[in-house]
């Protein structure tokens, strides 16, 4: 692979030197058996690529088709990038599962947002094995562009992307990351993201699919007046893990950032938010706020919640919040009493809860895909209940 395309420290370290990651790691918690599958990554082959005019690209995780070109974004595939997007991470960690991520890159490309666009590039990804894809995204300065990377019903083998973002002073960036895949594969995301000076970065994340979807998100707010923004949803079901964790440094002054992740669990599925405030010494005028929600339909299912602030300096606004429980009964009571039955009342209420995140404007083009996932994934947890 080109190693010109990874930052230079990388280059000094070999997953060798780590020790296997295992659910005695913080980072790696409550994943289980699951834990096996992610050490000593062996990719696969290419397969062919389907291609359709829904998306800008069409990507097997080692090759990839470009569909339709833009004067606002440049598409460079890694084999001809002569330098990184990352020149050197500052408060990245590394263990073994990431540098053997980058070990094994098996194809990928890098974006540069050279121009302002309101239009989503997308991006559908598809594999029949296990791969690794790169995806490197820069915005130049006083720019914004939007991005939509969709992991759909073509993802039949385990993907572990690697996804780097770098962003100019005053440039923005918004993006839909979406693992609604229907196969019991692994799609497990490292996602770091260096913001300038009073850049923004806002991530919307859908985890309704896969055995295991997870993704580390590491946010490193070095400009002053930079802000980051997340908001999720995750519906599990069977036997599924939606693990997100987020970590989000506060190193420039005058920086905020605020994340709201809603999960709905059924059956025997699980959830994981991790999710650490840093705010560094020095960065006064920081503000930051972070809600996790859960609501379990099952007494099998389960939720983790833990959110954390490590806060060095005065002078700076911060709140954290989460819960984990079934639906309030004086919910039901309130909506049953106006005559609706009570499995209509869970899909009621269940939507009602999701509705705070995907009613906002920015969801508009994935909200009815969705809600359609919502109300399936609610009908088969019916239907397993009365199988």
Avoid at 38 to 60: C, H, M, R
Avoid at 136 to 142: H, R, S, Y
Wanted: glycine share 6%.
């Amino acid at each position: 692979m080109n190693n010109k395309l990874f930052e230079k420290n990388l280059k000094t370290l070999s997953s060798k030197d780590f020790d296997n990651i295992s659910t005695k790691d913080e980072d790696w918690k409550y994943l289980g058996k699951k834990i096996f599958e992610l050490n000593d990554i062996e990719v696969g082959k290419s397969s062919d690529i389907q291609t359709s005019k829904e998306f800008d690209i069409d990507s097997n995780c080692f090759n990839f088709e470009l569909n339709s070109k833009y004067k606002h974004i440049e598409v460079a595939d890694i084999s001809v990038v002569k330098q990184p997007i990352i020149k050197e991470s500052t408060k990245r960690p590394f263990d073994k599962f990431n540098i053997e991520q980058f070990e094994k890159v098996t194809g990928g490309f890098q974006l540069n947002i050279t121009d302002d666009s309101e239009q989503y590039f997308s991006i559908n990804f598809q594999s029949n094995d296990n791969a690794v894809p790169y995806i490197g995204i820069k915005v130049n300065k006083n720019k914004s562009g939007k991005l939509y990377l969709n992991f759909d019903e073509l993802v039949n083998g385990n993907i572990y992307p690697i996804v780097e973002i770098l962003l100019n002073d005053n440039s923005n960036l918004e993006i839909i990351l979406s693992v609604t895949s229907q196969k019991s594969v692994n799609i497990v995301s490292s996602i770091y993201a260096q913001l300038e000076r009073d850049s923004n970065l806002n991530i919307h994340n859908i985890s309704t699919g896969a055995g295991l979807s997870r993704s580390r998100m590491d946010i490193d707010l070095l400009g002053n007046g930079s802000e980051f923004s997340l908001d999720g949803i995750y519906f599990g079901e069977q036997n599924q893990i939606h693990d997100n964790r987020v970590f989000v440094n506060h190193l420039g002054k005058n920086t905020s950032s605020n994340m709201i992740t809603k999960g709905v669990l059924g059956d025997k599925s699980s959830s994981i938010f991790t999710g650490t405030i840093h705010i560094a010494e020095g960065a006064e005028k920081t503000e930051s706020h972070q809600e996790n929600r859960n609501i379990l339909l099952s007494e099998e299912a389960t939720a983790q919640s833990v959110p954390n602030l490590e806060i060095l300096c005065d002078d700076v606004i911060c709140s954290h919040g989460s819960s984990v429980g079934p639906i309030e009964e004086n919910l039901y009571h309130y909506v049953m009493s106006r005559g609706i039955k009570k499995i209509d009342a869970d899909k009621l209420l269940i939507k009602g809860f999701f509705n705070e995140v995907i009613n906002d404007g920015k969801w508009d083009i994935v909200h009815d895909k969705v809600s359609e996932i919502i109300d399936k994934k609610y009908m088969n947890l019916i239907g397993s209940k009365n199988g």
